[in-house]
């Protein structure tokens, strides 16, 4: 075929076809099969359907496109090369997966402009594409007018069969579909090829049925190769659909235009090679050198910049107009969306006297989360169907439902993982809403995938766990998160803090909602806690400090981390009684305390004192960076047991006697 039978549109959708291969090819790493075979949908919903400033990719009513099928990425490096990102230029697709490239791999928010969530763990995007919606929905319910419509964007996803295949996609669009979500739309690329093959190997169910019990709208586009009207009428189709989301199931062949790998998993993740690139250029009658765009086509998607510019300058002066007209509404859209955080509002953090009731650190996580509520009108979130046992309703709001979007309690259900994800895509909404997440400390387990991307993402999420050790008791150890903690301090970029009492709560609140580009979470007791004296809420903040202390250098350092420090605090006073300096650290959080200068860390544990007794109800790893190698550790080194709280707390050593025993011991 040559060059000049092709329409503008064919030119278009080629172009985008022969970047992803040129990039792929240049790097000798990647995917090339799927923008091949979804450039025409992507085509399609890019330059007639979506939304978006190239000029101003963080423009806040923009269309969300997400990638859910990641490892796709050069199909949206090359769609934002083409409509005129600044951010992406011809180089930039010429270091596809090169180091320190803004095209990486995978699409990352963090690196690319026009990129709004780290997709490459299949079915955490569609999960993300949830979470935009919900805000999107929540913040509509909440500023518009019947006059003024200030929020008013959709949210477009492209997924393939493995983000299908993955439970995390489950839990999110089964939660979708009960909301009713109308403005998620998600193209299904329908192309039956996975790594190991055809699809018929492992994944033959109805997908389109799935999604219509989930409670969504479904249509099937059966040539999504070439009829571009039908994935027009299809996305138009559900537009028009306002109370479900839609999945348009769009049958693709993956490697579109290659000859001999078309249609296989040769093409899903390997570059083609010299002769098949050569032979898909003859097939498809490609005669442009690689990274060379026609002048037709370039001109013709570059036309996003004007269109966007337009879109964005009609959405300002329908701000303006709802300023005149709703002045107070106005002011805290725009406190919300600026991302900053209202003047004063720490004051509202709770504080406590030893004089003060001791109750669980999940009450006082309760109690703060209720008294932030009022002065954060940007908070938002909830529990895993626990939320009687997290504590986490606010007060002042009823539930996040279909046709109740203003409501600021969201209720995930069983889904932590999905739970997880959906956060993640609140959070990077970038819209100022601070999501949080709750469940069982245990359970991060279930969704540690979507904690971990809250940390590489840059998504400043609250992570609100419970129940955080074998004090929780009888459930046992299916329940007692014994090695939880550790494993999550191993996060890069995630904050863990386990607070002692009810000015510690307050005080990892503080540095939750302070930390807008990194999640932080928090574990809090099941069992009642005494109020410290000495503890604080900025004291917290950094990480670990001295709670209490004897004249001169200690003999010993007393080290605990929540439910444990008002352990050591009863220690010491005994082995003071015996003549002995003991000092105290608290220390909610070892990643707070590192972050400090070394003369503060000196402060409070002096290399010179070696005497060390760490005390945390969890597994000893990593502990040797405190307690050096004359310090000692009492610690749970296996799983835990069903028995009341108290009885296993005891059995496992985490009495006040056998601290100050330990303590002895070092002391010789």
Partial sequence: MAVATQSL?????????????????????????????????????????????????????????????????MLQYALLYLTGYDGVTIDDLQQFRQWESVTPGHPENFETDGVEVTTGPLGQGIANGVGLAMAEAHLAARFNKPDATIVDHYTYVILGDGCNMEGVSGEACSLAGHLGLGKLIALYDDNHISIDGSTDLAFTEDVGKRFEAYGWHVQHVESGNTDLEAINDAIAAAKAVTDKPSLIKVTTTIGYGSPNKANSHAVHGAALGGDEVEATRQHLGWEYEPFVVPDDALNHLRKAVERGTEAEAAWNQTLADYKTKYPEQAAEFEQITSGQLPEGWEKALPTYTPEDKGVATRKHSQATLNALAPVLPQLIGGSADLAPSNLTLLNISGDFQKGQYENRNL???????????????????????????????????????????SALSEAGVIWVMTHDSVALGEDGPTHQPVETIASLRTIPNLVVLRPADGNETSGAYKVAIERRNAPTLIAFTRQGLPNLAGSSIEAATKGAYVLSDSDGTPDIILIGTGSEVSLCVQGAEKLREEGKKVRVVSMPSWELFEAQDEAYRESVLPKAVTKRLGVEAGVSFGWCRYLGTEGDMISIDRFGVSAPGGVAMAKFGYTVENVVAKAKALLG
Avoid: Q
């Avoid at 399609?44 to 490892?71: C, E, I, Q, T």
């Avoid at 993982?417 to 709750?438: E, K, Q, R, T, V």
């Fill in 9 to 73: 549109e064919e030119l278009c959708i080629n172009s985008i076809r022969f970047l992803a291969i040129d990039a792929v090819e240049k790097a000798k790493s990647g995917h090339p099969g799927l923008p091949m075979g979804a450039a025409p949908m992507a085509f399609v919903l890019w330059d007639r359907f979506m939304r978006y400033n190239p000029k101003n990719p963080n423009w806040f009513n923009r269309d969300r496109f997400v990638l859910s099928a990641g490892h796709g990425c």
């Fill in 411 to 453: 209720r995930f259900g069983v889904r932590e993982h999905g739970m997880g994800a959906i956060c993640n895509g609140i959070a990077l909404h970038n819209s100022g809403l601070i999501p949080y997440g709750a469940t069982f400390l245990i359970f991060t387990d279930y969704m540690r995938a979507a904690i971990r991307l």
